[in-house]
């Protein structure tokens, strides 16, 4: 059945000859649209996944509206935490950063600030040998971090790791985006997301306090993902799906750039990044 999914699933794109028929007036070209239909496939095959989508699509106008159409941001945002990464060693910031051309969903403002950390090799890549085996990508299974101080407030490990199609492709098997994630309170109007964590492997429950660089789960590849990685955001409420995303401003980072090191508070997309 999964394989007939993906075929279905390509099969749609035969709808662009409809565009053909168009221009042309070729009725009978113009049919072709209707395998267009075939896309309501992507959406039963995980009707949650597209019900959480419509949900965080919908609340954009309200984060707009909420902040009168000044979200917040680097310049703006006066922050009452200082985070370290959630991880430890060296990592490349795969995804993310502080501006429109960096950011990872500048136009989504729920992960406008999020982050997606992996680990490579000397040559760039993520993995050795089979990359359809997720033992295969260097972070799977590494520790994760809490990356403040403070109380978890939301656990999900129920959720299994996502097969790695290749090509940048996402086959998400959880009925949540972020698959396994956890979230933590650091104060009222901050709140941390770590996601697609491995099955089983959260070691902290609701309502328990953390500390900062405490062990709290370990990195898999559940959600909407198409290979291991980390994904952290930080939000000014606890709803990943209606609340803004802020600025992230960290403690002591070293960045590599050029085969040389410094410290920063924010980092960016192509970045390979450690805690001090």
């Known amino acids: ?10 099969i749609k794109w035969v709808g662009l000859i409809g565009i053909l028929g168009i221009i042309t007036g070729n009725d009978t070209l113009t049919l072709f649209f209707l395998f267009f239909l075939l896309g309501f496939v992507d959406i039963f095959r995980n009707f949650p996944v597209f019900l959480q989508s419509l949900r965080q699509a919908f609340a954009i106008p309200l984060i707009y509206f909420r902040h009168r159409f000044n979200l917040p941001s680097k310049d703006n945002y006066t922050h009452e935490t200082e985070f370290i990464l959630p991880f430890d060693g060296q990592w490349l910031v795969v995804n993310g950063g502080t501006d429109r ?3 990872h969903s500048w136009c989504i403002p729920t992960q ?8 490579v090799d000397k040559d760039g890549k993520s993995f050795s040998n089979d990359d359809k085996a997720l033992e295969s990508y260097y972070c799977y299974g590494k520790d994760a971090l809490a990356p403040a101080d403070g109380e978890v407030v939301s656990v999900a490990s129920h959720h299994p790791d996502s097969d790695v199609p290749g090509r940048g492709r996402i086959e998400c098997k959880a009925h949540d985006l972020r698959g396994n994630h956890i979230v933590i309170k650091h104060s009222d109007k901050e709140y941390s997301t770590i996601a697609h964590l491995k099955p089983n492997s959260i070691i902290v429950k609701i309502g328990q306090r953390v500390t900062q660089g405490q062990i709290i789960a370990r990195c898999g590849n559940s959600g909407n993902t198409s290979e ?7 939000s000014d ?4 799906f209606t609340s803004a995303g802020l600025p992230i401003k960290f403690k002591n980072v070293i960045v590599t750039e ?19």
């Not at 406008?112 to 680990?119: G, Q, S, T």
């Not at 409420?237 to 990943?240: C, L, V």
């Not at 050029?258 to 001090?276: A, M, P």
């Open 112 to 119: 406008r600030y999020a982050y997606d950390f992996l680990i």
């Open 237 to 240: 409420g606890e709803s990943f």
């Open 258 to 276: 050029n085969g040389k090191n410094c410290t920063t508070e924010y980092i960016s997309r192509g970045q390979l990044v450690q805690n001090e």
């Open 228 to 234: 291991p990685h980390v994904h952290f955001q930080i």
């Open 1 to 10: 059945m999964h394989i007939v999914f993906n075929i279905l699933s390509w």
């Open 101 to 103: 051309k960096t950011s």
